[in-house]
């Protein structure tokens, strides 16, 4: 018998309070993709467009529980990983990750914020790097984060590759190294290698900064896995989708960050 229930998306990430990134950036994405939107909160920030103020990372049971919660009772497609502040919570997700076994996993290793804030714990490095990493179907990670993944610097073309494939040894078949932190002229290369396909996605460089792009990327690639993409295609229309938001993008408080415009780049508008 078929399942009648819908696909759905499942986020693990941090709230933020100013409603531009994190846990709301990505259901913003999953309902401008069509797909249902589940939630686990793994940290509340106290943030806004000028900065993150406060972090506070829940008590881990509760977040086993909002987990259980999800993977109990929908048919969950794919899983989006964001911020995970600590050992202990990236340990509890990997736990249900390899309990529940999800089709996809799409990891982004979030560690500083845009406005340099460091949301990750030191001791959690190497729990993001072999626990969640080996787990994750594709990891798209921006230049600061993959060299801290990968101990390397990367300041131009050829580094980023070697940075792929060090990423991809650790055990993620997929990786999408994001190209906005480097500079290659007017335009932003966004590098994806499986192993099997490799491409190189380019996009006019705006002259604007983002608030909440890479969740909004790393969650849409999560949609567009639960609407039956192959993983080339997901990502390539991810990126697509990131600079139609970004070119519909506003200012809603009193920083220069913008904040994504994801209904009107809503990726319904052009299937």
Do not use: W
């Not at 509340?44 to 993977?71: K, N, S, W, Y």
């Not at 993620?172 to 966004?190: F, R, W």
């Amino acid at each position: 018998m078929n399942d009648p229930r819908p696909v759905s998306a499942l986020t693990i990430a941090g709230s933020d309070s100013g409603g531009g990134a994190g846990i709301q950036a990505d259901l913003k994405t999953f309902a401008a993709h069509g797909v249902h939107g589940l939630s686990a909160i793994a940290a509340l920030t106290a943030q806004h467009t000028r900065g993150v103020t406060a972090v506070h990372v829940p008590e881990i049971g509760f977040l086993r529980a909002q987990l259980d919660a999800c993977f109990e009772d929908f048919r969950i497609g794919a899983v989006k990983i964001g911020m995970l502040a600590s050992a202990g919570v990236i340990d509890a997700v990997a736990d249900a990750l390899e309990r529940h076994r999800p089709p996809f996993v799409v990891l982004d290793p979030v560690m500083v914020a845009t406005s340099g804030a460091k949301l990750l714990q030191d001791d959690a490095l190497h729990a993001l790097r072999t626990r969640l990493v080996p787990l994750a179907s594709i990891i798209t990670p921006n230049i600061p984060e993959a060299e801290l993944l990968t101990g390397m610097r990367i300041l131009d073309a050829a580094a980023a590759d070697r940075a792929i494939l060090s990423l991809r040894r650790m055990g993620s078949p997929a990786v999408l190294l994001k190209g906005g932190h480097l500079d290659e002229g007017e335009c932003v290369i966004d590098r994806y290698d499986d192993g099997h396909a490799d491409a190189t996605f380019m996009h006019d460089r705006l002259p604007v900064e983002g608030h909440g792009t890479g969740c909004t990327l790393a969650s849409a690639i999560a949609a567009n896995l639960c609407r039956g993409m192959a993983m080339p295609a997901a990502v390539e229309a991810a990126t697509d989708y990131i600079e139609r938001a970004l070119r519909g993008g506003y200012r809603p408080g009193r920083g220069d960050v913008v904040v994504l415009d994801h209904f009107g780049a809503s990726a319904l508008r052009t299937a």
